[in-house]
């Protein structure tokens, strides 16, 4: 293989994006864009379409901020899944098609995967307990023989989806978890003290897994009995955010691990990210959380996995270069340290 930089590319829901490593596996910021639907929830076809027609100036740009050319890229690597079924196949096509061109070859990751290695490669963890919070995945996960075991997860819909239909439910567009959490703001800094008397909400722990629908039905049936919509963003943040850092805890106690590293989109969040904190210091471990540019979907995480793969030997033949819809964390063998 010629030695040279990795491109990755990211498609697995309404983000569509390119990234690059170094040779030395050295990230670079991604050129990336993220469709947001004015109303409704997210239809495959329309990211699809988004994907491919903003293919090409994503690809120059993200050449361009790094001032390289494609003579300098030496493999591709693609989210090969999970995700909807239409955005991979946009980005596993073009990958396919830039492998083919340039003579590179091509290699299929695990998103899921990826958030993880990004983490660590930002955070510099070594073992950590990984809860990872997105739109569609919620999973606290740790390594154990080779694989990223999940120990617990979400048991109906991702954490971030959660936020993101409550949102929309009361007028607020795709992605609703960062207004959920300006609001929160708004509420503390009317109420310097708040008490979650007359906010409370069914609490979403069952066992080492999670589950949010009970919790967002609560949440509209309190807006719509008049309790401060402010109020109710805050109270979502503390039950949902609470019982993700409930079930990491659980995972520290139970594995002796003494690291937690927060990922995906969920983990912008700042009071997430002070629970984890607290939490840790409480038990002498460390909280440890990437840039938000790594934490939501970015073609930089693919190309990082991407180049862990072939360092590891690994690469993947058009024939089976195949997307797959429903991959799991811990479907993908991890052969590197
Ligand atoms: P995956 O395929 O891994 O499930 P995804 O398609 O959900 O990823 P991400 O970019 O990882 O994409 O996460 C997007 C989610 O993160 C959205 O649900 C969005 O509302 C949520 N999010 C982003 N920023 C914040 C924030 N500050 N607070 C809470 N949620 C946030
Ligand atoms: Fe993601």
Redesign the pocket.
């Known amino acids: 293989m010629r030695e040279g930089w990795i491109l990755g590319i990211e498609s697995?829901?309404?983000?569509f994006s390119f990234g690059l490593v170094d040779p030395d596996g050295k990230p670079r910021p991604s050129s990336s864009d993220?469709l947001r639907p004015t109303e409704g929830g997210i239809h495959p076809r329309e990211a699809a379409d988004h994907h491919v027609d903003l293919s090409t100036q994503l690809f120059s740009k993200l050449l361009s901020d790094n001032n390289i050319t494609t003579r300098e890229i030496g493999a591709v690597a693609f989210s090969q899944g999970?995700?909807m079924g239409a955005c991979l196949r946009t980005g596993a096509a073009a990958a396919r098609t830039i492998s083919e061109h340039l003579g590179v070859p091509l290699i299929g990751v695990n998103?899921?995967v990826a958030?993880i290695e990004i983490g660590r490669e930002q955070c510099g963890c070594d073992d950590p307990i990984l809860l990872?919070?997105?739109?569609?995945?919620t999973q606290v996960i740790a390594r154990l023989d080779g694989r990223y075991r999940v120990l617990g997860e979400t048991l109906d819909i991702?954490?971030?989806?959660m936020?993101?239909k409550f949102?929309r439910k009361h007028g607020i567009p795709?992605?609703?978890?960062?207004v959920?959490?300006q609001k929160s703001l708004e509420w503390i800094s009317k109420n310097p003290n708040p008490s979650l008397v007359g906010l409370e909400l069914p609490y979403a722990v069952h066992g080492m897994d999670l589950a949010f629908s009970g919790l967002m039905s609560a949440a509209n049936k309190l807006v719509s009995e008049g309790v401060p919509f402010e109020a109710v963003c805050w109270s979502i943040q503390e039950h949902a955010f609470a019982a993700c850092i409930e079930v990491a805890e659980r995972a520290l106690a139970h594995t002796g691990k003494s690291e937690i590293l927060l990922g995906?989109?969920?983990a912008?969040?700042?009071r997430?990210r002070e629970m984890s904190s607290i939490m840790c210091s409480e038990r002498d471990a460390s909280s440890h959380c990437p840039p938000?540019m790594y934490?939501?979907?970015n073609g930089t995480m693919i190309a990082r996995l991407g180049w862990l793969e072939i360092r590891s030997g690994r690469t993947t033949s058009l024939t089976h270069s195949g997307i797959d819809q429903e991959m799991r964390t811990d479907q993908t063998p991890i052969s590197w340290p």
């Open positions: 697995t829901a309404h983000t993220t999970p995700g998103h899921c958030h990872y919070v997105s739109g569609g995945n991702g954490i971030g989806n936020l993101d949102a795709f992605p609703g978890g960062p959920i959490e995906g989109g969920v912008c969040n700042q997430l938000k934490c939501i979907d």
